[in-house]
């Protein structure tokens, strides 16, 4: 079985949170730990690798909070 990857990003780790609670009903699961990227005009952005088992091989998206 094929495995699909994306990488969730949000502006808080509140919105990360929700967002991956979303993901995760469909069937997606966290693949290691949050990320958070220290960006210089924009603050941080808080990241989440997640994947999926999938049949069809359709590439995955980035999700973005």
């Given at each position: ?11 808080s ?22 990320s ?30």
């Amino acid at each position: 079985m094929k495995k699909e990857y994306t990488i969730i990003t949000a502006a808080s780790a509140n919105d990360l949170e929700l967002s991956v609670n979303e993901r995760l009903k469909d069937g997606w699961e966290c693949q290691g730990g949050i990320s958070i990227a220290m960006l210089t005009e924009s603050g941080r952005e808080f990241c989440q690798a997640m994947v999926k088992d999938v049949t069809d091989g359709k590439t995955a998206q980035l999700y973005s909070g």
